[in-house]
C-alpha cells in the first residue's frame, strides 16, 4: 500500500525506511531562534513552486575548512526535510566535509543515500544543496576569503518572456521534461520561437544532470 495517495487516487508515492526515519526523527535540526554571529555562516533558499523554505548554519574548523556542525530548519514538505536531514548527516560523519567536497554534493548523492524519492519529489533534494552552497559562500564572505566565492547568475533565455536557465532547470525539477511541458510552466519561445534552440538544449542538460 502506497505511503501517500493523491485525493483523486490517480497518483500514490512510496517512501524508503530511510526517508521515514529521517522524516519521523530528523537530524540536525534546530527548534530555535539563532543569533546571528552563533555561527560560522548561514545559508537560506526558498521554491515558490513548492512552498519550502529552508534556512542552515554551519560552523567550520578554519585550519581545515572542514565543517564541524550543520544545523538547520525548514518550512516544507516530507522529502525536503529528509533531505536536508541526511544532506546534514553526510557533510559533517567522518570529521566533516572540507567546504570544496561540501560544495560538490549533488542531489543525486543525497538521493542515493536516502534510497530514492519519487520523481515529482525530486526538487526537494535540490534545495538543501543550494542553501549549502549559500551557506558556503557566506562563510568565505565573512572568512574576507572572497575570492573563493562562487556566484551563481543566471542568464536570459526568452527576453520577450523574461524567462532564464533557472527557471528551465526548475521547471525540468518540477517534472516538465519536453519542450512543451516546459513552456505550460515558463512560456519560453511563445512569443520569441528563435530561442526555442537554446531552451531545448537546456532542457536535455538538466534533464541529464539531474535524471541521467
Given at each position: 500500500m502506497p505511503d501517500v495517495t493523491s485525493r483523486d487516487r490517480k497518483q500514490s508515492w512510496f517512501y524508503s525506511d530511510t526517508v521515514k526515519e529521517h522524516f519521523f526523527r530528523p537530524k540536525n535540526f534546530i527548534d530555535r531562534d539563532v543569533g546571528p554571529d552563533e555561527y560560522d555562516a548561514t545559508g537560506k533558499v526558498g521554491s515558490p513552486a513548492c512552498g519550502?523554505?529552508?534556512?542552515?548554519?554551519?560552523?567550520?574548523?578554519?585550519?581545515?575548512?572542514?565543517?564541524?556542525?550543520?544545523?538547520?530548519?525548514?518550512?516544507?514538505?516530507?522529502?525536503?526535510?529528509?533531505?536536508?536531514?541526511?544532506?546534514?548527516?553526510?557533510?559533517?560523519?567522518?570529521?566533516?566535509?572540507?567546504?570544496?567536497?561540501?560544495?560538490?554534493?549533488?542531489?543525486?548523492?543525497?538521493?542515493?543515500r536516502l534510497g530514492g524519492l519519487p520523481a515529482r519529489k525530486f526538487h526537494c533534494s535540490v534545495l538543501c544543496d543550494k542553501?549549502?552552497?549559500?551557506?558556503?559562500?557566506?562563510?568565505?564572505?565573512?572568512?574576507?576569503?572572497?575570492?573563493?566565492?562562487?556566484?551563481?547568475?543566471?542568464?536570459?533565455?526568452?527576453?520577450?518572456?523574461?524567462?532564464?536557465?533557472?527557471?528551465?532547470?526548475?521547471?525540468v525539477l518540477e517534472g516538465a521534461h519536453t519542450l512543451e511541458a516546459v513552456q505550460q510552466k515558463t512560456k519560453v519561445?511563445?512569443?520569441?520561437?528563435?530561442?526555442?534552440?537554446?531552451?531545448?538544449?537546456?532542457?536535455?542538460?538538466?534533464?541529464?544532470?539531474?535524471?541521467g
Open positions: 519550502d523554505e529552508l534556512r542552515v548554519w554551519m560552523k567550520v574548523d578554519p585550519e581545515s575548512e572542514r565543517i564541524r556542525e550543520f544545523r538547520w530548519k525548514t518550512f516544507g514538505c516530507g522529502s525536503a526535510i529528509a533531505s536536508t536531514s541526511m544532506a546534514s548527516v553526510m557533510v559533517t560523519e567522518n570529521g566533516g566535509m572540507t567546504l570544496d567536497e561540501a560544495r560538490d554534493l549533488k542531489p543525486q548523492d543525497i538521493m542515493a542553501a549549502l552552497r549559500d551557506a558556503i559562500n557566506d562563510y568565505y564572505r565573512r572568512a574576507g576569503k572572497t575570492d573563493k566565492m562562487v556566484v551563481e547568475s543566471a542568464r536570459l533565455v526568452d527576453p520577450v518572456a523574461k524567462v532564464t536557465d533557472r527557471d528551465i532547470e526548475e521547471a519561445g511563445i512569443g520569441n520561437p528563435g530561442v526555442l534552440p537554446a531552451a531545448e538544449e537546456l532542457i536535455r542538460f538538466y534533464k541529464e544532470k539531474y535524471f
